[in-house]
């Protein structure tokens, strides 16, 4: 099996296993690639990345790694892992640890252990599988039933009190769910509801739930699995505002979309007060909260965007400001057609169109300097929208109008 790990990965993945293997098989290294690898091995579908765990101390192994392949490495003391990024491929390596939650949603606390402990700190079944590096044909070491699990298809946690003590595994597993094509299995399902009746998922921060919501805006299925996990009561134990699909919906076959739509197919069926006080929950960075409030906007003044006297000027005016990001996704969201059609129109056309004459060419021709060079500008850009200017004779002709309308 480890012959077709390396099979599937190249560059930096390559060269650490590579290494690892020599150590593991030449001196002795008890390491292990663990989690996502190996239940995607298993799978027999592409290999993405690639997690170790040391019996030992692995920032330590890692500088050394790093050394020997050229690559850079970071340290988090506090949980004995160190991150190697060689030929720009990033991998994990974590000493063994087992783990301990003071209380419901909290940051664990950790010490050093051995693989038994690190493999059942961690969330599902077919996370917690370990392939020793020795040898070229050990056997997977399984001590939960995650090969069980693989072959029936489910997503089944460690222990009654897994969610309790992340309640964050609980989007994870809608992860898996989805992605894979599984099932949660009946107890876990009855675990994750007991999780969100005891209110658990008030006691994580903002923080930690939005860093698992920006991992499911990176999947291919990203609608379904925000559509499956406000099904599940997930989401609105997050925020009650997140109780709403129908942007989700919207999305659900369209392919190509990228985070910023996912995360504005989330928010645009919510009112302006729900979407400030969510942003505020999930603490929302800048940029994010932009669009957020502007595809809220964009929801409340598609109204006035229809009909067939609507100009393009019209459109230009209601939408310029807005984050264009917003624009776009609201291209997918909105349900009126003949919006849609200007709302593209004015990203891929209208918001590009400028005068021929510049500022400097008004005032040579003697609008005052302040404010009125940019108010005939304005005038000049909308009229050339709606076609009722063309050449630059044209514009020159209607500044000589606002001139003498102002005298």
């Known amino acids: 099996m480890l012959e077709q790990v390396a099979a599937g990965v190249s560059g930096g993945y390559l060269a650490v296993l590579q290494s690892l293997r ?26 993405k990345d690639l997690d170790f765990v040391l019996i030992g101390d692995a920032p330590e192994l890692a500088e050394e790694l790093a050394s020997e392949l050229g690559g850079a490495v970071t340290v988090h003391p506090r949980f004995g892992t160190a991150t190697v990024e060689v030929q720009g491929d990033r991998v994990d390596m974590v000493t063994a640890r087992k783990e301990t939650y003071p209380h419901p949603g909290s ?6 252990s051995g693989l038994e402990d690190d493999l059942a700190r961690r969330d599902f079944s077919i996370n917690a599988m370990a392939l020793p590096l020795a040898g070229d044909s050990a056997p997977v070491v399984d001590p939960h ?8 298809g489910l997503v089944r946690i460690l222990h009654p009190q897994s969610f309790a003590d992340d309640p964050t595994r609980m989007l994870r597993a809608v992860r898996y769910q989805v992605r894979l094509g599984f099932e949660i299995a009946d107890s876990t399902q009855s675990d994750l509801n007991a999780t969100l009746a005891e209110g658990h998922v008030s006691a ?10 920006e991992k499911i805006f990176q999947e291919q299925r990203a609608a379904a699995m925000l559509s499956t996990a406000m099904a599940l009561g997930i989401l609105p134990a997050i925020h009650p505002a997140l109780c709403d699909g129908s942007g989700l919906n919207r999305m659900a076959d369209t392919e190509g979309l990228g985070p910023v739509d996912y995360l504005a197919a989330l928010f645009m069926p919510l009112r302006s007060a ?33 009909g067939v006297n609507v ?46 004459l510049s500022g ?39 500044v000589e109008r606002i001139i003498s309308r102002g005298s």
Do not use: F, H
């Not at 039933?145 to 029936?152: S, T």
């Not at 393009?312 to 400001?321: D, E, K, M, Y």
């Open 360 to 398: 400097n060419d008004l005032l040579a021709m003697g609008v005052p300097a302040g404010p009125k060079v940019g108010e005939t500008l304005q005038e000049l850009t909308a009229m050339k929208l709606d076609g009722l200017v063309d050449t630059e004779g044209q514009e020159r002709a209607l």
């Open 145 to 152: 039933g995650g090969l069980q699990d693989l072959g029936d």
């Open 22 to 47: 020599r150590r593991a098989t030449e001196g002795g290294l008890p390491i292990y690639l663990v989690g996502g690898p190996v239940r995607d091995a298993l799978l027999g579908v592409p290999v």
């Open 274 to 306: 729900d979407g400030e006080a969510t942003a505020q929950r999930l603490n929302l960075p800048t940029a994010w909260l932009r669009v957020v409030r502007d595809t809220i906007a964009l929801k409340d003044l598609a109204p006035s965007l229809t």
């Open 204 to 213: 994580v921060t903002g923080d930690r739930w939005r860093q698992d919501l």
């Open 107 to 112: 940051l664990p606390v950790v010490s050093a």
């Open 311 to 356: 100009a393009p000027s019209a459109v230009c005016r209601a939408l310029n400001g807005l984050d264009t990001d917003a624009v776009a996704a609201s291209v997918r969201l909105v349900s009126d057609p003949e919006v849609a059609g200007r709302l593209r129109r004015y990203l891929d056309e209208w918001r590009l169109v400028v005068p021929a």
